[in-house]
C-alpha cells in the first residue's frame, strides 16, 4: 500500500514539474516570439516608411505606452532623463537654483530659489529666458531649457533675459552650484504653544531635517505638533519611516511591502528610540499627499499616535524598484505594495476612475473593506488615507483657477514687485482695497476673459431638455439661470474678494521673500492649520477621537 501511494506521489510531483516546465517554457517562448515580431517590425517601418523617423523617439513612444497599461509608475528612464530622476531621489543638482515654466510661447524664471544662484545673480520671478550659453529658447520645452542651465558645478553659464517692463535685454553670466533644495522650507512656533514643521518631499536624509527642526522647537516646550505634509509627493519610504520613528515605541511595525518576489516582502519596524511618544499630533494632508506622505499619515492614524486633517490622500500605495538597463538606462518598476499597521493599501483600487489630477476618485461600497486601528477604531482601505477631521470648501473658484492658469495672478505679481522696492514683513503685508483695485484695473487692462463651468453645465441641459422637448415648460426658468450663471467680472471680483486676495497675497509675497515668506504669510489665513490647532487644544476633542469603535469616514 505504501508503495503505491509513493509511486502515486512520484507521479503527481513528475506530473506537475512538467508542467510547471511547460508553463515556464511557453512563457518564455511568448516572449522571444513578441520580441521578434518587434524587431522585424521595427526593422520594416525604418527601412520604408515614407518619412525619416527618430529610432530614439519611436523606441522611447513604444515603451512608454507598453508601461502604461501597466501602471501610472513603472516608468522607463531614458539616459538624458538621469540628472532630473537624481533630483527627484535626491534633491541635490547641479545648476542656478531656480524654477522655470512655460507660459505662451515663452520660457520664465517662476521662482528663485533663496541662497542660490539665480537669486544671487539679480534673476527675478518673470524674467524671460531667450537665450542660454548662446542658444535661443525659442521653441524649447522647460525640460530643454533646464538642461541647458544645467551642467558643472562652479562653471559659468550666460543667460540673456528679458524683464518685463524694461526696454533692453540683458546677460548675466551666472556661476551653477550644487543645488540642494530644503526639504523643511518652513518650521515654526504657532498659537497656543503649538509646533509647525511644513515638509515638502521625502528626499534623501530629509528625516534628519525633520528631526532637527523639531529638537529646535522641543526647546520652546510645545504642547502639540502640526505636521504639514500637504501637496508632498512623496519619496523615499525609508525617509518615512524613520520620521514616524520619532514619535513611536522602538519595534512598533510602521509599514511592511508585499509583492511577487517573496525575498523582498519585507517590514520595517521603529529601530531606534522615539523623540517623543506624547506630545499631540496633528499631520495635515490634502489630494497631493501622496506614497511616502501616506505611509506617515496612515501609520500615525492606524497606531491611533496623532489625528489626520485635511481632505483623503492621493492613494498610492506601490514601492518601485530602479533596475540598471544597457546604455545607462534605467527602468522604476512597481515590484510590490505596501500596507500599513492595520493590514490596509493605500493603493487606490483601479487607475482608470481617478481625478483629473490623478487622485483618488469614486470609490464604490462593495470595494471597500474594514479594517481596524490599534485602539480599535474603524478604518478602511480603497485608496489614499481618509481624515479624521475633514477641511471642505478649499477648493477654488473657476475665477481663481482661470487668473492662475492664464498667469493673471503671476504677471501682475511680477509688475508689482518691478514697481515696489519692498513690502511689510509676511505676517504683516495684506492687499489693501489699492492693490486689489489695481490689480482689477490690470485684469480689465489685458482684456482677461473666463468661462463659467456651472454656465457649461447648464448649456448642456439645455440642449438635452430641447432633444426631450421640455425646454418649452422651464423656458423662463432656463433662461433667468443662465443670465445668473453667466460671467461678471465685477461681479465676481466682489464675491471672491477673498480668495483672490489670499492668492495675490502669496504671490507677492513670495517675490520679496520666497517660498519661506509665502508660508508664513499664508499661515494666519489657513483653514486647515487653523482647525489643527482649535482640535489639538481641546482636550476632550482630541482624546475623543481615539475612542474604540470611533468610525473614520469612508469617503
Keep these: 500500500m505504501k508503495k503505491k501511494i509513493w509511486i502515486g506521489l512520484t507521479i503527481i510531483t513528475i506530473v506537475g514539474l512538467s508542467f510547471y516546465s511547460f508553463t515556464r517554457d511557453q512563457k518564455n517562448f511568448e516572449v522571444a516570439k513578441n520580441l521578434d515580431i518587434y524587431h522585424t517590425l521595427f526593422r520594416e517601418l525604418n527601412m520604408f516608411y ?9 523606441v522611447k513612444t513604444s ?24 533630483f527627484m531621489t535626491t534633491g541635490e543638482y547641479a545648476g542656478i537654483g531656480a524654477l522655470i515654466s512655460k507660459q505662451k510661447n ?23 529666458i531667450l537665450e542660454v550659453s548662446g542658444k535661443s529658447t525659442k521653441d524649447l520645452s522647460t525640460e530643454d531649457v533646464s538642461s541647458l542651465l544645467k551642467g558643472p558645478a562652479n562653471k559659468t553659464v550666460k543667460i540673456k533675459l528679458q524683464r518685463p517692463g524694461a526696454k533692453k535685454p540683458y546677460e548675466v553670466d551666472v556661476v551653477r552650484e550644487k543645488i540642494s533644495i530644503d526639504a523643511v522650507p518652513y518650521y515654526g512656533m504657532l498659537e497656543n504653544n503649538t509646533a509647525y514643521i511644513r515638509l515638502s518631499n521625502f528626499t534623501a536624509n530629509c528625516s534628519n531635517e525633520v528631526q532637527k527642526a523639531f529638537l529646535e522647537l522641543k526647546e520652546n516646550n510645545p504642547e502639540s505638533l502640526v505636521l504639514d505634509l500637504r501637496s508632498n509627493p512623496g519619496g523615499l519610504l525609508m525617509e518615512a519611516v524613520k520620521i514616524v520613528n520619532m514619535f513611536v ?45 501616506e505611509i506617515v499619515a496612515g501609520a500615525i492614524q492606524d497606531l491611533d499616535r496623532g489625528v489626520v486633517v485635511g481632505s483623503r490622500t492621493f492613494g498610492k500605495g506601490l514601492v518601485q524598484t530602479t533596475r540598471d538597463l544597457s546604455y545607462n538606462t534605467k527602468l522604476k518598476v512597481t515590484t510590490a505594495k505596501y500596507y500599513i499597521p492595520s493590514g490596509r493599501c493605500i493603493q487606490a483600487l483601479d487607475y482608470e476612475h481617478r481625478n483629473e489630477d490623478g487622485s483618488v476618485g469614486h470609490i464604490p461600497d462593495s470595494l471597500i473593506t474594514e479594517f481596524t486601528t490599534k485602539k480599535g477604531r474603524k478604518v478602511y482601505d480603497g485608496g489614499g488615507v481618509v481624515p479624521d477631521i475633514k477641511i471642505v470648501g478649499d477648493e477654488l473658484s473657476n475665477l481663481g483657477i482661470a487668473m492662475i492658469t492664464k498667469f493673471m495672478i503671476f504677471d501682475f505679481a511680477t509688475k508689482f514687485s518691478n514697481e515696489n522696492e519692498s513690502i511689510a514683513e509676511p505676517e504683516d503685508f495684506v492687499v489693501s482695497d489699492e492693490i486689489y483695485n489695481q490689480f482689477s484695473a490690470y485684469l480689465k487692462e489685458k482684456d482677461f476673459v473666463y468661462d463659467s463651468q456651472s454656465k457649461n453645465e447648464l448649456e448642456k ?20 439661470l443662465k443670465a445668473k450663471l453667466e460671467p461678471n467680472l465685477d461681479k465676481d471680483l466682489k464675491e471672491f474678494k477673498q480668495e483672490i486676495s489670499e492668492l495675490l497675497e502669496d504671490e507677492i509675497v513670495s517675490r520679496y521673500y520666497y517660498q519661506k515668506g509665502a508660508i508664513r504669510a499664508a499661515i494666519n489665513d489657513d483653514k486647515g492649520i487653523k482647525k489643527a490647532i482649535d482640535e489639538l487644544n481641546s482636550v476632550t476633542a482630541y482624546a475623543g477621537y481615539f475612542e474604540p469603535g470611533i468610525i473614520i469616514s469612508r469617503k
Design 50 to 58: 515614407v518619412d525619416d523617423v527618430n529610432p530614439n523617439k519611436l
Design 106 to 128: 515663452t520660457i520664465v524664471i517662476a521662482e528663485p530659489y533663496e541662497g542660490f544662484p539665480a537669486q544671487k545673480f539679480g534673476l527675478k520671478a518673470g524674467d524671460i
Design 461 to 480: 441641459l439645455i440642449k438635452f431638455a430641447k432633444r426631450e422637448k421640455y425646454f418649452g415648460l422651464a423656458e423662463a426658468e432656463f433662461e433667468a
Design 249 to 293: 515605541p522602538k519595534g512598533e511595525e510602521i509599514v511592511s511591502t508585499k509583492g511577487k518576489v517573496k525575498q523582498w516582502d519585507k517590514v520595517y519596524k521603529a529601530t531606534a528610540n522615539p523623540i517623543d511618544t506624547t506630545i499631540k499630533i496633528a499631520v495635515l494632508t490634502n489630494r497631493g499627499s501622496a506614497s511616502a506622505s
Design 63 to 86: 515603451i512608454d505606452k507598453m508601461l502604461g497599461s501597466l501602471d501610472p509608475y513603472t516608468n522607463y528612464i531614458s539616459e538624458d532623463q538621469i540628472e532630473d530622476f537624481r
